[in-house]
């Protein structure tokens, strides 16, 4: 008997859990997340430019210490980079590095994912 109970405990959460997870949108974070994305520059600013620098080149201090890449070059870019692996790395980290996942929300990651995506453009 207690074994079904806890099964069936362990069963209610999970489905509670997946009706929450698959809740539709709602206005507020719709607008929550369009704040996100017109904040991308300054938590770029704020976060990333001390090793990628402001203009996304990398041509700092730290960032020539620890290999930044420049996203403006052309050749950075001939790889496979879409904005998953963006979030993954600004989420977990990669090589120097730091993992941002508990210091940004969500949104925030994605909002600057995409905006690292601005810096695509050819050096002259």
Same mark, same amino acid.
């Given at each position: 008997m207690k074994t079904f109970v806890k099964s069936s405990l362990l069963t209610l959460a999970l489905l509670l859990f997946c009706a929450w997870q698959a809740r539709p949108?709602?206005?507020e974070k719709t607008a929550a997340e369009g704040? &996100?994305?017109t904040q *991308?520059? *300054?938590v770029f600013k704020e976060k990333c430019a001390r090793c990628h620098g402001e203009d996304g080149r990398g041509q700092t201090v730290v960032g020539q210490m620890v290999g930044a890449p420049n996203f403006k070059d052309?050749?950075?870019w001939d790889e496979e980079? &879409? $904005?998953r692996r963006f979030v993954r790395s600004i989420t977990e980290g990669k090589? $120097?590095?730091p993992a941002f996942g508990k210091k940004l929300t969500r949104p925030e990651i994605r909002a600057l994912a995409a905006y690292v995506?601005?810096?695509r453009k050819t050096e002259p």
């Open positions: 949108v709602t206005q704040r &996100d994305s *991308a520059p *300054a052309k050749n950075w980079k &879409d $904005e090589g $120097e590095m995506k601005t810096f």
